[in-house]
T-cell receptor, first 111, second 113 residues
Framework: QKEVEQNSGPLSVPEGAIASLNCTYSDRGSQSFFWYRQYSGKSPELIMFIYSNGDKEDGRFTAQLNKASQYVSLLIRDSQPSDSATYLCAVNTGGGNKLTFGTGTQLKVEL | DADVTQTPRNRITKTGKRIMLECSQTKGHDRMYWYRQDPGLGLQLIYYSFDVKDINKGEISDGYSVSRQAQAKFSLSLESAIPNQTALYFC????????????FGPGTRLTVL
């Protein structure tokens, strides 16, 4: 079992819709969780991080964490074509600032 | 200017050649990382360094070596490049003050013929 799992997609949503991206992780001791966006051929850029159970909102983005279910998600409201990218979930699975990345979910926002 | 820079940005080399990829950062971070990314495999950690004297192997260190010349510089070497090392390589940095957010450089696209 992979430590951090994501559906590779592609996930297609119409412009203006809510995109929901999901991630599960195996290490119950994980304390911090990150979402990165990566455009093709470019470097990952941080969207947001979450440490505590519940929701954390930043503009059109909401991260949701449920440690009991070992599940973290990212919601993108009012999706735009510029949101089309691969979204990487990363989890601190061993402490010491090492992150384990999922393989990413490709999001396509269609006009 | 970018906080994390990588040189070269693109490199084509031949099997058996030695190659060095360099990373510099102006973020003042202690911790630096090297990843490779292959299509469909996500980011895999090659080496990481928590300070100049602390260097650790990641999950795929075979065939690679690193040097931490200073707090701001972390180099990755391929002693004898092979075609399956063709990939996109990223350097990343993070602080040590309680946050573990990693910030990535622009990447180096390496092709080994």
């Amino acid at each position: 079992q992979k430590e951090v799992e994501q559906n590779s997609g592609p996930l297609s949503v119409p412009e203006g819709a809510i995109a929901s991206l999901n991630c599960t992780y195996s290490d119950r001791g994980s304390q911090s969780f990150f979402w990165y966006r990566q455009y093709s051929g470019k470097s990952p850029e941080l969207i947001m991080f979450i440490y505590s159970n519940g929701d954390k909102e930043d503009g059109r983005f909401t991260a949701q964490l449920n440690k009991a279910s070992q599940y973290v998600s990212l919601l993108i409201r009012d999706s735009q074509p510029s949101d089309s990218a691969t979204y990487l979930c990363a989890v601190n699975t061993g402490g010491g600032n090492k992150l384990t990345f999922g393989t990413g979910t490709q999001l396509k926002v269609e006009l | 200017d970018a906080d994390v820079t990588q040189t070269p940005r693109n490199r084509i080399t031949k099997t058996g050649k030695r190659i060095m990829l360099e990373c510099s950062q102006t973020k003042g971070h202690d911790r630096m990382y090297w990843y490779r990314q292959d299509p469909g495999l996500g980011l895999q950690l090659i080496y990481y360094s928590f300070d100049v004297k602390d260097i650790n192997k990641g999950e795929i260190s075979d065939g690679y070596s690193v040097s931490r010349q200073a707090q701001a510089k972390f180099s990755l070497s391929l002693e004898s490049a092979i075609p399956n090392q063709t990939a996109l390589y990223f350097c990343a940095t993070s602080g040590s003050g309680g946050t573990d957010t990693q910030y990535f450089g622009p990447g180096t696209r390496l092709t080994v013929l």
